[in-house]
């Protein structure tokens, strides 16, 4: 045998070897699969997109995959149907299931409760349509909240900010801003969050005169202070004369006084 033939004899033995152990190992592996325990799962409902605190879920809001039963959450539920019409109570993440621990206490209506947070307080009050900017202010905005009011023994008029960076969580029965982009809603009742405190602010001045609404940008929360406006200086705006009078300042001399080792400045 030649040694070109001898070497070919090698290559297909070594072949034939490669393949054989493959099959083997092939086998090996699928004995082992076969004999691993099949892991169980169960159906579950999650949320197909990222669900607001206070969001009446629906059937587009959920649906169903499948999660091994040793991470199954705790309260999950495995039909859609029985989620239609609840309420979360905390904001829930794409993909992520929807449990007993996230819901209204099995209600199934709306409740803006679900939407205040800790420490604060829903209060209802009304301003001026026109005021309010025609409509413009929706859920989720923030505003300034005005009043126009008589002050002191004299009733002498005076329009002041009382709050400022408040979220409005309503206007009149819409809890949620409309989806068309421009769209208005004719209410002049505004649910607002408040701290106990400017519950109280707000309580008052309503009763005392009329509130008004400035909207501002969401981001945009710097305390501004003001001292308000009468009549007298409202009317005073734009007025020729008017401008701030320049305060003189008094020029100082500065001198040095040397006595021994001792250097010391006078200003006179």
Do not use: C
């Not at 949620?176 to 001045?205: F, K, M, N, Q, W």
Request: aromatic fraction near 4%.
């Amino acid at each position: 045998m030649s040694r070109s033939s001898r070497a070919l004899a090698q290559i297909a033995i070594a072949l034939l070897l490669s393949l054989v152990a493959a099959f083997m190992i092939f086998r090996w592996m699928s004995v082992q699969t076969a004999n691993q325990p099949q892991v169980r799962q169960s159906p579950v409902v999650v949320a197909k997109s990222a669900l607001k605190k206070g969001t009446k879920l629906v059937a587009e809001h959920l649906e169903i995959k499948n999660f091994p039963m040793d991470v199954k959450p705790s309260g999950a539920f495995n039909d859609t149907k029985s989620l239609v019409g609840k309420v979360i109570t905390i904001g829930v993440g794409a993909n992520e299931p929807v449990t007993v621990s996230k819901l209204v206490r099995d209600k199934v209506i709306t409740s803006i409760s679900t939407m205040v947070e800790p420490g604060k307080r829903a209060m209802s009050v009304k301003g001026n349509r026109v005021m309010g900017l025609a409509g413009f202010v929706h859920p989720g905005d923030r505003v300034d909240v005005l009043v126009s009011m008589t002050e002191g023994e004299k009733e002498k008029p005076v329009t002041k900010v009382v709050l400022e960076w408040i979220k409005v969580l309503a206007t009149g029965t819409q809890l949620e801003s409309p989806l068309e982009e421009g769209s208005t809603a004719s209410v002049d009742i505004y649910t607002l969050e408040l701290t106990p405190e400017e519950s109280e602010r707000i309580a008052l001045a309503a009763s005392q005169g009329e509130l008004h609404f400035a909207l501002r940008n969401a981001a945009d929360n710097a305390t501004v202070y003001t001292t308000g406006q009468t009549p007298r200086s409202a009317l005073a705006a734009y007025r020729k004369g008017q401008e701030p009078r320049k305060v003189k300042t008094r020029k100082w001399h500065k001198v040095e006084v040397i006595s021994g080792d001792a250097v010391s400045s006078q200003k006179f």
